[in-house]
């Protein structure tokens, strides 16, 4: 509405406009090319004004963008101002009168309709605004009358009475200094206004020239406070104020003023002269203070506050306004920030892992995460119990406790009752099959946020890097030792020792924390040279196995897959590895007896680009629904497929969908 009252032909939305101290709505161009800066508020006071034309100079360097996308040069000369408000302040129109830039006032009013319209505002003459907004009579407009220059001062006073009587006095204006001087008219005191000649200690010699003197003492009416009313009708004399190059002299202080009848009926006599200008001068042309305005806006006191219980007792029997302060309150209450839940504090921790190769290692890349490690269990499936009714009790009862790679023992309901001792401070990590009741009830035992379940799963390295929070190089070195995703130069420096040692952990249950530590502070170096003094460890199982027996091959497309089926007693991710190098296979697809896991693993160093074996595997899921795609989050293709071993063909229609999808597997 501003740029449409404005009349602009090329306008831009300032940024943020109203907020964040941008003072400006818009800018641009007039019809005449005169850059127009507009700008609303609800209240237009002095300090919105002052921010208002500070920025400016920012609009301007913005409308010459404007004018230059517009295709239109913009005209030389000041902007113009187009400002609206709902309220003008007092102060702001006297302002906005002196401003010399051009300027465009409108009041924001509401229409019948309820629309808010704009109304052109008249823009106040100097002095105007003040003089019409205040309950007091204005100053008359010769009280802002100029003297005359120096050059056109006369060189004689005219001669006048010395002591003219009070009935007889003509008002101050009636007498001039000179042919063609403007009426001077003193306005009503004001205790702001401070005389700079009461300041002067000199005491010069005397000179005469009454009419001179009473001159000077009207020309000083507003500056002499205080001193009218003295007792006294005749003036007294004169005392010069000292040779300043043109012998200008000063009555003595102590003389009486013009009688204030007599004042006050010059002032009303001329109270309709618009037309004299603000700057008095002396009578030499030396600038005199300049008289303040009769009204200063006076400063507006904020209301007191209304406390809640006032406005209960005044707003008991107004319904509207019942709802009124529970429609406050709410918002109130809404903007009340919410408490920021601070994290417990990191302390050490106990760790139990199940008593299998992967689980010990899986722990151990959790403990590497959390740090601060109390102790690290290894227990078999059946003396979880035992841990609970022993290990676990001895620990503090602050001590958090992580568990790995244990399903609920039967009876579950046992081993439930013993975790809910435990509950805020034991998180669970496991991929076995857990009955659908189970599951859920540990959750309600422990928190969902504390239990990290993924059934189908070989190992529960997947749930352990799903909530892991920092990375270190050698803990994905680890992950790599455990997936089968190893290097020959890391498997011969220290891998294959420790996977041994880590079968060895895994078999002598009990407190193993001093046999990892190496694995904990995670130096290569240092486990290479462990590795080369200990003995040389056996042979993997994996491998006797692979080299015994003959593998299925698959050709499909420039690639090769071997299928393998691998007893449930040795490594699934292993057993591929080896089998892949044997046969120089670019995939390999393992299986497991009576289950439904199926693992898709590649030789990436034999492609140009990786493999995305991941994305074949969601693919699969999506396409059938007797494949479900399980958790890839340690960078492993696993899936379900169901009736697996149940129904016939089922392994050759997903080796089939497989070689279908080799442009997925190639990335």
Known sequence: MLERAAELVASARWPVGGADGEAIEAVGLDASGRVVVAAAREKLDLPALAGILDAVPAAVGAAR????????????????????AVDFDRAVLDACAAIGAELALFDARTRRS??????????????????????YPAPSPSYFAPAPARESAPSAPTAEPAE????????????????GAPDLRPGPARFEEVSLFDLDEETPPAETGGAEGEGSRRRRRGRRRGRRGRSGDGPGPDRPRGDEGGGRTERDRSGPAPTEPAARAAAEADESDDDDPLIVADDEGEGALAPLVEDVPEVEEPEPPAYEDEEDEADESDPDAERARRARDQRRSERVEKPVELPPPRRRAAFLAHADPISVLSAVVLARDVR?????WVYPQSDLMTFFRSVATDLRDETPMFLVGFAASPPARDTLQAASLYRGRLDWFDH??????DLVALRETLGAEHVHVQ???ESSLAAVIAQRTRRSRFSDKLVELITGRFSQHDYERWGRYWWQRARDIAARP???????EPLLAGR????????????????????????????????????????????????????ARIVRERYQAHLSLATSPHRELVLLGGDDTRFKRGLDLGGLTAHLAAKHRWIEALADDDQVARMRVHGLHRESGRLDELITEIAMGRSIVEG
């Open 65 to 84: 963008d404007l004018a230059r996308r517009a295709g239109r040069p913009p005209a030389s000369g000041a902007p113009r101002l187009a400002l609206a």
């Open 114 to 135: 309820g629309d808010w319209g704009l109304e052109p505002h008249l823009r106040p003459e100097l002095g105007a605004a003040a003089a019409s907004a205040t309950p």
């Open 164 to 179: 003219p009587p009070a009935s007889a006095a003509p008002a101050p204006s009636d007498v001039a200094r000179g042919p």
């Open 372 to 376: 601060l490690v109390e102790s690290f």
């Open 432 to 437: 076995h099959d857990w009955p659908p009741e």
């Open 455 to 457: 059934p189908g799963a």
């Open 510 to 516: 009990g407190d193993r924390r001093a046999e990892i």
């Open 524 to 575: 290569p170096s240092d486990l290479a040279r462990d590795a080369s003094r200990a003995a040389e460890p056996p042979l993997p199982p994996e491998l006797p196995y692979v080299s015994s027996r003959d593998f299925r091959l698959v050709h499909f497309g420039g690639l090769v897959m071997v299928v393998l089926d691998v007893p449930p007693e040795l490594d699934l991710h292993l057993c």
